[in-house]
Nanobody
Framework: AQLQESGPGLVKPSQTLSLTCTVS??????????WSWIRQAPGKGLEWMGA???????TYSPPLESRSLVSRDTSKNQFALQLNSVTPEDTAVYYC????????????WGQGIQVTVSS
């Protein structure tokens, strides 16, 4: 599979960060797979944020759940992330990835997209 993130590279504080992951060569409805968003802030490790399953069920990291929405468009073979009320602490490289049970393992990754939260 090939995954490609897209979206704005700069978001103002308090606004909503919206990213899309376009998947090629694999269907996001293939049974058994989960499609995740993961980020890495400067100087920090990878943080799993949330995922949507092959059947359309979303799961979130508890610390981000109140601000996050993962959705999908099966007609376009895409899934998306919305993160509300962003702060500079949300500045990170954001990745989309395919894997198993949410946060367990990943076999295909996008190249990542830098998102900076700044006024």
């Amino acid at each position: 599979a090939q995954l490609q993130e897209s979206g704005p590279g700069l978001v103002k504080p308090s606004q909503t960060l919206s990213l899309t992951c376009t998947v090629s060569n694999r269907s996001i409805t293939t049974t058994g797979f989960y499609w995740s968003w993961i980020r890495q802030a400067p100087g920090k490790g990878l943080e799993w944020m949330g995922a949507i399953s092959y059947s359309g069920d979303a799961t979130y990291s508890p610390p981000l759940e109140s601000r996050s929405l993962v959705s999908r468009d099966t007609s376009k073979n895409q899934f998306a992330l919305q993160l509300n009320s962003v702060t500079p602490e949300d500045t990170a490289v954001y990745y989309c990835a395919r894997g198993g049970q949410p946060g367990s393992w990943f076999d295909f990754w996008g190249q990542g997209i830098q998102v900076t939260v700044s006024s």
